[in-house]
Nanobody, 123 residues
Framework: QVQVVESGGGLVQAGGSLRLSCTAS????????MGWFRQAPGKERSFVAG????????HYRDSAKGRFTVSRGYGENVAWLQMNSLQPEDTAVYYC????????????????WGQGTQVTVSS
């Protein structure tokens, strides 16, 4: 059984920063990518950022480029999402997920999901 747990969410003012963490445990695939998604009220879950097994290959949604940084040590089961210059539109539940394949940008690309962590940005 595989588990994914996120932490680090909270309330922050616009322009502030938060650092989310994601820890995968259990019978993990030999290699796997880790992805971050978010879901705001009334909206579909959408891709934010992803990182490959080696911690080198990354991919971001356009609105995250330059503000968010996803990181992970080589083959490590923990990934971080550093979020800077946060804006009210970043308010959402942020989810982490893993996939045995390469980084995907669709929810269906990922197999195991965490429970999510709330990020609220006040104006």
């Amino acid at each position: 059984q595989v588990q994914v747990v996120e932490s680090g969410g909270g309330l922050v003012q616009a322009g502030g920063s938060l650092r989310l963490s994601c820890t995968a445990s259990g019978q993990l695939p030999r290699t796997y990518a880790m992805g971050w998604f978010r879901q705001a009220p009334g909206k579909e879950r959408s891709f934010v950022a992803g990182i490959g097994w080696g911690g080198v290959s990354t991919h971001y949604r356009d609105s995250a480029k330059g503000r968010f940084t996803v990181s992970r040590g080589y083959g490590e089961n923990v990934a971080w999402l550093q979020m800077n210059s946060l804006q009210p539109e970043d308010t959402a539940v942020y989810y982490c997920a893993i996939t045995p394949g390469t980084i995907g940008t669709r929810s269906e690309d990922y197999e195991v999901w965490g429970q999510g962590t709330q990020v609220t940005v006040s104006s």
